[in-house]
């Protein structure tokens, strides 16, 4: 892979304290239909209400559902919150966060055959929506039909569950992201022909994942690369279910994310 560097200029101390306390993203709710669908959104810096910015999803693991709107910050939120990428890439970033008793996407799991150690992951497509994740589908398009958004700039990524949720959103609403980074989830290969011609996304997983078996991200480079998406895939040799940890390490990710467009 290319590695490509950039010189950032420093921000004084103050800033990067601030920047760094997850204060930067404000407590919301969403309402609809009596569900209530809580998230954080984080504002670019100097943020200007006449200017159209890139929106970025951020869609978190099975760990971090509630209702306390805390706990979706625990993964990644600092990368976007980093004062130096906050410099180089503005946009505005929501988290939101699953309910307890749901996932993103819609999931069936089962103990392997082979190694009951393991699970096995279906993804249905033959049946509605969750409703946390038709929440987050109507805040996003809130935001594009109420907010400063740059429609040619929305990017959409998710580790674990998250990362399956990723998925589920491309083929829920197709042409509506201009890239996505799903990590270390999976997919129904059979959907990629709703969004995947010429579609910008990156992939990433460890090989030694326990939780989420690598191949479910094999199955869906393979059905990417069938239909001619724009596939980048990173896989981490020895690497177990945390190789969120290595994708927010690389140096061109948001660099890459953000040169992509509709």
């Known amino acids: 892979m290319k590695i490509i560097t950039a010189f950032i200029p420093l921000f004084t101390l103050s800033l990067l304290l601030s920047a760094q306390d997850n ?28 200017k159209k910015y890139p929106l970025i999803l951020f869609l978190h693991g099975a760990g971090e559902r509630g209702n ?20 180089k890439f503005p946009a505005i970033v929501l988290f939101p ?35 946390s994740l038709s929440l987050v589908s109507e805040l996003l398009d809130s935001f594009v039909t109420t907010r400063n958004v740059n429609t040619k700039r929305i ?8 990362g399956m949720g990723t998925f589920e ?7 509506f992201f201009a890239a996505a980074i799903p990590i270390c989830g ?16 990156w992939v990433f997983h460890g090989d030694a994942d326990p939780v989420v078996d690598v191949n479910n991200s094999r199955k869906m480079v393979a059905a990417l690369m069938t239909e001619n998406a724009k596939v980048k895939y990173t896989e981490y040799p020895g690497v177990g279910h945390d190789s969120w940890t290595n994708a927010f390490a690389e140096p061109t990710l948001l660099q890459w994310l953000f040169a992509q467009k509709k």
């Open 23 to 50: 204060s930067v993203y404000q407590k919301k709710f969403f309402i609809k239909n009596n569900d209530t669908l809580r998230y954080r959104i984080m504002y670019p810096l100097n943020y200007n209400a006449h």
């Open 68 to 87: 306390d709107n805390e706990l979706q910050l625990v993964h990644g939120s600092k990368l976007f919150a980093n004062p130096l990428n906050m410099e």
């Open 97 to 131: 966060q699953c309910s307890s008793d749901d996932f993103w996407g819609n999931i069936r799991r089962e103990k392997s055959h082979v190694d009951s150690s393991k699970l096995v992951f279906e993804f249905p497509v033959d049946i509605p929506i969750g409703k």
């Open 155 to 162: 990017y959409v990524g998710g580790l674990s569950m998250g």
């Open 169 to 175: 959103i491309l083929w829920r609403k197709p042409g």
């Open 186 to 201: 999976g997919g129904n290969e059979t959907k990629v022909k709703e969004y995947g011609k010429k579609f910008p996304i």
